[in-house]
């Protein structure tokens, strides 16, 4: 079983800052990415960045430019700094997590609880 433990969020103005982190803990056998995905209110959950073991990032391009994916795979510990932030970045902001638990094993997902994000003045 993988754990995530998330921090950060919260309400900030429009064109201010906040830094998520996300760590994974317990067993498996590798991580394969990382990332966090996000869902606004009333609207389906969507990727916003994401970062794979070769140290491959992927951002969404509602973000580009704005949200900086960092961490640490070999510490199973991501951040996202997002600067510039707009109302409409507002969401539940979750972690992912797809590991495998053995060499040969099923890719699997887990994700977090979620953290509110609020951009309003």
């Known amino acids: 079983q993988v754990q995530l433990v998330e921090s950060g969020g919260g309400l900030v103005q429009p064109g201010g800052s906040l830094r998520l982190s996300c760590v994974a803990s317990?067993?498996?056998?590798?991580?394969?990415?990382m990332g966090w995905f996000r869902q606004p209110p009333g609207k389906e959950r969507e990727l916003v960045a994401s970062?794979?073991?070769?140290?491959?990032?992927k951002y969404a391009d509602s973000v580009k430019g704005r949200f900086t994916l960092t961490g640490d795979m070999t510490k199973n510990t991501i951040y996202l700094q997002m600067d510039s932030l707009k109302p409409e970045d507002t969401a539940v902001y979750l972690c992912?997590?797809?590991?495998?638990?053995?060499?040969?094993?099923?890719?699997?997902?887990?994700w977090g609880q979620g953290t509110l994000v609020t951009v309003s003045s």
């Open positions: 992912n997590v797809a590991h495998r638990i053995s060499p040969y094993g099923n890719l699997l997902h887990t």
């Open positions: 317990g067993r498996f056998f590798e991580i394969v990415t």
């Open positions: 970062l794979t073991t070769p140290g491959e990032t």
